[in-house]
């Protein structure tokens, strides 16, 4: 079946530091790879996607590549904010007849400070 | 446009005793789920439904009942409280057509507690 691996946390990280966070798929089709965001307190939202490989998803400084070859999607930051720490889930849904349910990691825990 | 809504946010149970946990979406979408989120689990699915009257099993269904009668709402019932049930409970919506992916809108979660 499908599955997620994504690095365990937590991260702890400076304010203006460099952020990767590893994530590594398993899937039988040709899935579309998101990475959600948790803020403390809230649900999840999507921070950004690719449906393809090769694409690249980004939003709010934060970017991730689409690795067809390696199945990864790793996210990354260039200066990360005190407001960025969050709990950050790699998910993925497959390209076959049940491409609505999502597979998430188990998540990642990022603390910035100041 | 209030997006999901689930109810309550707080709860705490005696094991043994039933309860529902409502979810509501305004977004006219075909698909709704519920996911249970432990600590160093990630979220992983209980229920989901592709629209009214369908529903299905997910990772984690056994103790959880659910029905879809309209498009809007989607509760999930537990029929015999377990402390293994304590949980932050996340209701989603998506789009099922029209669309070559998922994205899938969350609520804002119910924490239950189970004693």
């Known amino acids: 079946g499908d599955s997620v691996t994504q690095m365990e946390g937590p991260v702890t990280l400076s304010e203006e530091a460099f952020l990767t966070i590893n994530c590594t798929y398993t899937?039988?089709?040709?899935?579309?790879l998101f990475w959600y965001v948790q803020y403390p307190g809230e649900g999840l939202q999507l921070l950004l996607k690719a449906t393809k490989a090769d694409d690249k998803g980004s939003n709010k400084g934060f970017e991730a590549t689409y690795r067809k070859e390696t199945t990864s999607f790793h996210l990354e930051k260039g200066s990360v904010q005190v407001s960025d720490s969050a709990v950050y889930f790699c998910a993925l849904s497959d390209s076959g007849g049940s491409n609505y349910k999502l597979t998430f990691g188990k998540g990642t825990l990022l603390t910035v400070n100041p | 446009n209030a997006g999901v809504t689930q109810t309550p946010k707080f709860q705490v149970l005696k094991t043994g005793q039933s309860m529902t946990l409502q979810c509501a979406q305004d977004m006219n979408h075909e698909y709704m789920s519920w996911y249970r989120q432990d600590p160093g689990m990630g979220l992983r699915l209980i229920h989901y439904?592709?629209?009214?009257?369908?529903?299905d099993q997910g990772e984690v269904p056994n103790g959880y009942n659910v029905s879809r009668s309209t498009t809007e709402d989607f509760p999930l019932r537990l029929l015999s409280a377990a402390p293994s049930q304590t949980s932050v409970y996340f209701c989603?919506?998506?789009?099922?057509?029209?669309?070559?992916?998922?994205?899938?809108?969350f609520g804002p979660g119910t924490r239950l507690t189970v004693l």
């Open positions: 439904s592709v629209g009214a009257g369908i529903t």
């Open positions: 989603a919506s998506g789009r099922t057509s029209g669309v070559s992916y998922n994205e899938q809108f």
């Open positions: 899937a039988t089709g040709y899935p579309s």
